[in-house]
């Protein structure tokens, strides 16, 4: 329990919260819920500066959000279904093929647990113009825990105590523990998926050129 305790606390810090904004914008982890609870919890606790830590999560979110786009680009338009459902996957080719970026105006804003790294990775699959897709993203997501972080310091003092209780620490800290494990699996994923795509263009290659 000493090691969740120690877990809660790291998160629950001004560089923590940009480590779990950029751990829960990366397809690597999804820890649903747990960005906006450490938005509420620190604007509550510091209400002098309530407002930096909507400007923190936007960075991590953005850090998060540029390595799963990174690994769009890396994967491709041809490998994405091995990450995304064929019936969500044509949804999101539709949107971004016709408005490309805008397109993550309303899932960047959406609460979880809308599963927002699809659509990044598939931004980054489909080549999406990388200033309009980060300027896009980091004003919609700002947007999102700026408003956050304002019920936070409205209303965060009324459920602080909830929030704090060692239940809720227990099963914050779990959830963090299940991601750190399950981060393994989908590296190793992204790993043999970029390998396949490079042993198939190789030879592709070396068909043409015999």
């Known amino acids: 329990m000493a090691f969740f305790e ?12 940009v480590g779990l904004a950029a751990l829960d914008s990366s397809m690597l982890f999804f820890l649903p819920i747990a960005v906006d609870a450490a938005v509420v919890i620190l604007s509550a606790r510091h209400h002098d500066t309530f407002w930096a830590f909507s400007l923190l999560a936007t960075v991590g979110s953005l850090i998060g959000a540029s390595v799963t786009f990174w690994i769009g680009c890396k ?28 397109a993550l105006a309303v899932p960047a804003l959406m609460p979880p647990p809308f599963p927002l790294t699809p659509f990044i990775l598939a931004c980054g699959a489909f080549s999406v113009s990388k200033p309009r897709f980060f300027v896009t993203f980091g004003l919609m997501r700002i947007m999102r825990f700026g408003a956050v972080s304002i019920l936070g310091w409205i209303y965060g003092r009324r459920i602080l ?26 590296t190793y994923r992204v790993i043999v998926t970029t390998r396949t795509r490079n042993e198939g263009k190789t030879s592709s290659a070396t068909k043409d050129a015999a």
């Open 75 to 102: 994967i491709g338009e041809h490998s994405l279904e091995n990450w995304i459902s064929k019936q969500r996957l044509e949804r999101i080719r539709c949107k971004i093929k016709d408005k490309g970026a805008v």
């Open 6 to 17: 120690y877990l809660f606390r790291l998160f629950l810090s001004p560089v923590g919260l």
């Open 161 to 186: 105590a909830a929030l704090e209780s060692n239940t809720f620490k227990g099963i914050m800290a779990l959830f963090i523990a299940l991601a750190l494990v399950g981060t393994g699996y989908t």
